[in-house]
């Protein structure tokens, strides 16, 4: 009875995942305008002179290993946990990724503050997008020791749960299981120098950008041709762009569900400090270096 009263009020029975990057993605000029400024920056001049080099070059090849060293291979984020049907944030597991990034340590203390407090519910919503399981039709989160069901998102706001079946629908499956590719897009969603508050935009949208070349540079070394690595990098960005214009739509019910105000409990976080973990060396995957 559920069931029916759900799809009644237009609730979608099953998801179809994008398996074969065929749906059409309308150009968004915000997005193919972030993707040229990359290009015509600094970054590209290397593949400009050596185009047909699919091989990551040292220095890109060095960043990749440092970003996947920070996450150490994982792909789940556990930004929130529950407890007594109440949401608490989680950020320590973040801070701690993000101090082993260079990029991040060199960042003031206040525009670290900023960042995370901005980008949290996007890197939430980005990790639901990737880490969406189709066999239960929901999101298993071993660490937090919970599943949730994707009815709940539709109850929790209707809005929300029909924008992000788009985006996972829409979202190339074949990169949910490239770690690689999992990892650039968060750091993607973190350094964003279009963040309002910010001290030192220059220096984050760098790093940004630094991320965005990489994610393109990485796709050529996975794909059969220049051309199919520009297709899944446009979608790939198209898809960090709908996140975070779906989160900016729901941020403040997010808030209200929360035991302790989330810029508090960054600022705490971030100010305490977080133990850096001992320093280990890791090699990306299947990087073809």
């Given at each position: 009875m559920n069931f029916i009263h759900l799809v009644k009020h237009g609730y979608k029975m099953s998801l179809s995942l994008n398996t074969n990057s065929e749906i059409d993605e309308p150009w968004?000029?915000?997005?193919?305008?972030?993707?040229?400024?990359?290009?015509?920056?600094?970054?590209?001049l290397r593949s400009e002179y050596w185009p047909d080099d699919v091989k990551l070059d040292g220095f890109e090849s060095l960043l990749m290993d440092e970003a996947y060293a920070a996450f150490k291979g994982q792909r789940y984020l556990n930004l929130f946990a529950l407890n007594n049907d109440r949401m608490r944030a989680c950020p320590d597991k973040l801070i701690s990724i993000c101090n082993e990034i260079k990029g991040y340590r060199k960042i003031l203390t206040s525009d670290k503050i900023t960042l995370l407090f901005n980008m949290y519910y996007h890197l939430h919503t980005m990790d639901g997008?990737?880490?969406?399981?189709?066999?239960?039709?929901?999101?298993?989160?071993?660490?937090?020791?919970y599943k949730f069901d994707r009815r709940d998102t539709f109850i929790f706001n209707r809005s929300f749960h029909d924008g992000l079946n788009y985006v996972i629908e829409t979202f190339p499956d074949r990169f949910r299981n490239d770690i690689n590719v999992i990892i650039l897009i968060y750091l993607i969603v973190i350094f964003n120098g279009d963040t309002t508050g910010l001290k030192c935009p220059e220096m984050i949208r760098h790093e940004q950008f630094s991320y965005i070349y990489l994610l393109r540079r990485y796709l050529r070394t996975v794909c059969?041709?220049?051309?199919?690595?520009?297709?899944?990098?446009?979608?790939?960005?198209?898809?960090?762009?709908?996140?975070?214009?779906?989160?900016e739509k729901t941020?403040?019910?997010?808030?209200?569900?929360?035991?302790?105000?989330?810029?508090?409990?960054?600022?705490?976080?971030?100010?305490l400090g977080v133990p850096k973990r001992m320093p280990q060396m890791f090699q990306a995957p299947h990087l073809k270096t």
């Amino acid at each position: 009875m559920n069931f029916i009263h759900l799809v009644k009020h237009g609730y979608k029975m099953s998801l179809s995942l994008n398996t074969n990057s065929e749906i059409d993605e309308p150009w968004n000029a915000n997005v193919g305008q972030k993707i040229l400024s990359v290009y015509f920056s600094t970054l590209s001049l290397r593949s400009e002179y050596w185009p047909d080099d699919v091989k990551l070059d040292g220095f890109e090849s060095l960043l990749m290993d440092e970003a996947y060293a920070a996450f150490k291979g994982q792909r789940y984020l556990n930004l929130f946990a529950l407890n007594n049907d109440r949401m608490r944030a989680c950020p320590d597991k973040l801070i701690s990724i993000c101090n082993e990034i260079k990029g991040y340590r060199k960042i003031l203390t206040s525009d670290k503050i900023t960042l995370l407090f901005n980008m949290y519910y996007h890197l939430h919503t980005m990790d639901g997008v990737i880490n969406y399981d189709s066999t239960i039709d929901g999101w298993d989160y071993p660490a937090s020791d919970y599943k949730f069901d994707r009815r709940d998102t539709f109850i929790f706001n209707r809005s929300f749960h029909d924008g992000l079946n788009y985006v996972i629908e829409t979202f190339p499956d074949r990169f949910r299981n490239d770690i690689n590719v999992i990892i650039l897009i968060y750091l993607i969603v973190i350094f964003n120098g279009d963040t309002t508050g910010l001290k030192c935009p220059e220096m984050i949208r760098h790093e940004q950008f630094s991320y965005i070349y990489l994610l393109r540079r990485y796709l050529r070394t996975v794909c059969e041709s220049d051309c199919e690595a520009s297709d899944n990098h446009y979608r790939l960005m198209v898809k960090i762009e709908h996140v975070r214009l779906l989160t900016e739509k729901t941020k403040n019910k997010f808030l209200r569900l929360l035991h302790e105000p989330l810029l508090e409990t960054i600022t705490k976080a971030i100010t305490l400090g977080v133990p850096k973990r001992m320093p280990q060396m890791f090699q990306a995957p299947h990087l073809k270096t």
